[in-house]
């Protein structure tokens, strides 16, 4: 159920939080790829930069970020700006319990990120992954071989830290000795040996290495957990599939709501559509576990229209908001690409789209879901989806307008023959101009190779029809980086207003003193 107390991050704090996470599974899903397994993503937005809060999102149980399957093994990412081996946890409330919905097969991966730019989003892997298994992790947690930190803030939930004392290889090196008090690493980037010891509090931690052994930046070399190891290959299970059908009658929620996502990734045969909708049509089952079951079954084939009238019924009558964004949130993973499914679905997405379409200009629907549903779309990636997007920069809320604009300029780098059909617009309305122009700006500016820059400007620029129009098209072109391409046409514009006010950002936007504060 979701949590009644909301404690929400400030967005630049829970950006970033966002962004490391992000940045970790990512590598991690690469990774794991390399090493065999077929990993697809359980965590809703765990593969983007995208935050929500309640109540655009529910907040809710843990879910792991990734699943094999193959080998049916969960995979939580734990990005840490410094590295170590530790978990949020809460001892008042289960569905936050650092373990909750974890098997003592699953692991959790622990991943060194460094911040590389000033941008919240710039941030990379830094080093190996390790790989910890949840059964060891309990075993040292239920012996008390753990740290509690202080507790966090407001902002982050009030939840604690609780931390297994490991000790990590600072950069590239080679074991050289190794006893049951210390361990000694000679560093690549240094002419000195390293002494390790082998003890934190009272605890004694075990060697991960062994004299001679090579080892990596930011790999687990001891700790009190025995068994951290920096690779995890898959193994996989004769029988995944029934043991995920099995997984609908787990008593565990997370395993339910486990089983009822993973299940769109198989084929549809009678066994796997029977469970997903018994499970849909389970009154007592937990909403979040319904609302994926019937994601699954409406990606399937949804034969008798369960799914479909399940979801839309839940958009008309949840009386929760956050649930009716979930619903949205959830149809948003209908993908028709194969990133993650053998089998491109075109007829799922179109279901999707036409269930979402209409939530964008209901007035009797929260801003949020109306917001959430314009993002959506985005996700989504199709065509049809354009027109509605750039109605909905004339009166809708500032909110939505917003998302509609981020989620348009999604669909035109993916469809990039859409740019034309959004062009009339920008000519002739103003109301709609500024989200138009900033898609443009974007699209322009971070596609250059699939963009003829002359065709570009002409189209741009051959319809001039008032200032407000000239203001826009200066913006659209005046934030592109001034390369000599985009010089050499400017000169050649008609509009003297237009080639002054383009030079005009030119100038001012790359000074030094653009951006200066005062302090």
């Given at each position: 159920?979701?949590?009644?107390?909301?404690?929400?991050?400030?967005?630049?704090?829970?950006?970033?939080?966002?962004?490391?996470?992000?940045?970790?599974?990512?590598?991690?899903?690469?990774?794991?790829?390399?090493?065999?397994?077929?990993?697809?993503?359980?965590?809703?937005?765990?593969?983007?930069?995208?935050?929500?809060?309640?109540?655009?999102?529910?907040?809710?149980?843990?879910?792991?970020?990734?699943?094999?399957?193959?080998?049916?093994?969960?995979?939580?990412?734990?990005?840490?700006?410094?590295?170590?081996?530790?978990?949020?946890?809460?001892?008042?409330?289960?569905?936050?319990?650092?373990?909750?919905?974890?098997?003592?097969?699953?692991?959790?991966?622990?991943?060194?990120?460094?911040?590389?730019?000033?941008?919240?989003?710039?941030?990379?892997?830094?080093?190996?992954?390790?790989?910890?298994?949840?059964?060891?992790?309990?075993?040292?947690?239920?012996?008390?071989?753990?740290?509690?930190?202080?507790?966090?803030?407001?902002?982050?939930?009030?939840?604690?830290?609780?931390?297994?004392?490991?000790?990590?290889?600072?950069?590239?090196?080679?074991?050289?000795?190794?006893?049951?008090?210390?361990?000694?690493?000679?560093?690549?980037?240094?002419?000195?040996?390293?002494?390790?010891?082998?003890?934190?509090?009272?605890?004694?931690?075990?060697?991960?290495?062994?004299?001679?052994?090579?080892?990596?930046?930011?790999?687990?070399?001891?700790?009190?957990?025995?068994?951290?190891?920096?690779?995890?290959?898959?193994?996989?299970?004769?029988?995944?599939?029934?043991?995920?059908?099995?997984?609908?009658?787990?008593?565990?929620?997370?395993?339910?709501?486990?089983?009822?996502?993973?299940?769109?990734?198989?084929?549809?045969?009678?066994?796997?559509?029977?469970?997903?909708?018994?499970?849909?049509?389970?009154?007592?089952?937990?909403?979040?576990?319904?609302?994926?079951?019937?994601?699954?079954?409406?990606?399937?084939?949804?034969?008798?229209?369960?799914?479909?009238?399940?979801?839309?019924?839940?958009?008309?009558?949840?009386?929760?908001?956050?649930?009716?964004?979930?619903?949205?949130?959830?149809?948003?993973?209908?993908?028709?690409?194969?990133?993650?499914?053998?089998?491109?679905?075109?007829?799922?997405?179109?279901?999707?789209?036409?269930?979402?379409?209409?939530?964008?200009?209901?007035?009797?629907?929260?801003?949020?879901?109306?917001?959430?549903?314009?993002?959506?779309?985005?996700?989504?990636?199709?065509?049809?989806?354009?027109?509605?997007?750039?109605?909905?920069?004339?009166?809708?809320?500032?909110?939505?307008?917003?998302?509609?604009?981020?989620?348009?300029?999604?669909?035109?780098?993916?469809?990039?023959?859409?740019?034309?059909?959004?062009?009339?617009?920008?000519?002739?309305?103003?109301?709609?101009?500024?989200?138009?122009?900033?898609?443009?700006?974007?699209?322009?500016?971070?596609l250059n190779k699939y963009v003829d820059i002359h065709e570009f400007v002409s189209k741009l620029t051959n319809v001039i029809t008032d200032d407000n129009h000239r203001y826009w098209i200066s913006y659209i072109l005046g934030m592109q980086k001034p390369s000599d391409e985009l010089k050499g046409i400017l000169p050649h514009l008609k509009?003297?207003?237009?080639?002054?006010?383009?030079?005009?950002?030119?100038?001012?936007?790359?000074?030094?003193?653009?951006?200066?504060?005062?302090?």
């Amino acid at each position: 159920m979701a949590s009644s107390k909301i404690y929400l991050k400030s967005y630049e704090s829970f950006l970033e939080k966002i962004v490391q996470g992000s940045v970790a599974t990512n590598e991690a899903l690469k990774r794991l790829r390399d090493m065999g397994h077929k990993v697809v993503p359980l965590e809703k937005g765990t593969l983007s930069f995208k935050v929500w809060v309640y109540p655009y999102k529910c907040k809710r149980f843990r879910v792991p970020d990734l699943i094999c399957l193959r080998c049916a093994t969960s995979f939580e990412v734990r990005a840490k700006t410094s590295l170590e081996i530790s978990m949020s946890h809460s001892g008042s409330d289960e569905h936050r319990a650092w373990d909750y919905g974890l098997e003592d097969g699953d692991y959790i991966i622990f991943v060194g990120v460094t911040k590389t730019g000033e941008k919240p989003i710039d941030y990379s892997v830094d080093g190996v992954l390790n790989f910890a298994n949840v059964g060891s992790l309990r075993g040292a947690f239920t012996k008390g071989k753990i740290v509690e930190a202080r507790r966090k803030g407001r902002e982050e939930g009030f939840e604690k830290r609780i931390i297994w004392p490991t000790r990590f290889a600072s950069a590239n090196g080679t074991v050289v000795d190794v006893n049951d008090e210390y361990l000694k690493v000679n560093y690549d980037n240094s002419r000195k040996t390293v002494k390790i010891k082998l003890k934190e509090k009272e605890m004694k931690l075990i060697p991960l290495v062994r004299k001679g052994d090579r080892v990596a930046k930011n790999q687990a070399i001891a700790s009190v957990v025995p068994d951290i190891t920096t690779e995890y290959s898959c193994t996989p299970k004769s029988d995944a599939l029934q043991y995920f059908v099995n997984l609908l009658n787990n008593p565990n929620e997370v395993r339910r709501y486990i089983g009822a996502k993973v299940l769109r990734y198989f084929p549809p045969t009678d066994n796997v559509l029977d469970a997903l909708a018994r499970t849909v049509e389970n009154a007592s089952e937990s909403k979040f576990v319904r609302i994926e079951a019937a994601v699954s079954l409406l990606e399937l084939g949804d034969r008798d229209k369960i799914a479909y009238n399940f979801l839309t019924n839940m958009l008309k009558e949840e009386r929760e908001l956050c649930f009716r964004n979930e619903v949205i949130l959830s149809l948003a993973e209908v993908k028709s690409d194969e990133t993650f499914k053998e089998v491109k679905n075109y007829e799922a997405v179109k279901k999707a789209y036409n269930i979402i379409k209409d939530l964008l200009f209901d007035k009797n629907q929260d801003v949020s879901t109306r917001a959430v549903s314009a993002w959506a779309l985005g996700e989504l990636h199709i065509p049809d989806a354009v027109d509605l997007l750039v109605e909905a920069f004339d009166d809708l809320p500032d909110e939505v307008k917003k998302e509609s604009a981020r989620a348009l300029l999604q669909i035109v780098r993916s469809h990039h023959e859409t740019i034309n059909n959004i062009l009339p617009f920008f000519n002739s309305d103003e109301k709609k101009r500024p989200g138009i122009a900033w898609v443009l700006m974007k699209y322009l500016s971070g596609l250059n190779k699939y963009v003829d820059i002359h065709e570009f400007v002409s189209k741009l620029t051959n319809v001039i029809t008032d200032d407000n129009h000239r203001y826009w098209i200066s913006y659209i072109l005046g934030m592109q980086k001034p390369s000599d391409e985009l010089k050499g046409i400017l000169p050649h514009l008609k509009d003297e207003k237009l080639f002054f006010g383009v030079n005009l950002l030119w100038t001012v936007i790359n000074s030094w003193v653009w951006g200066l504060e005062e302090w």
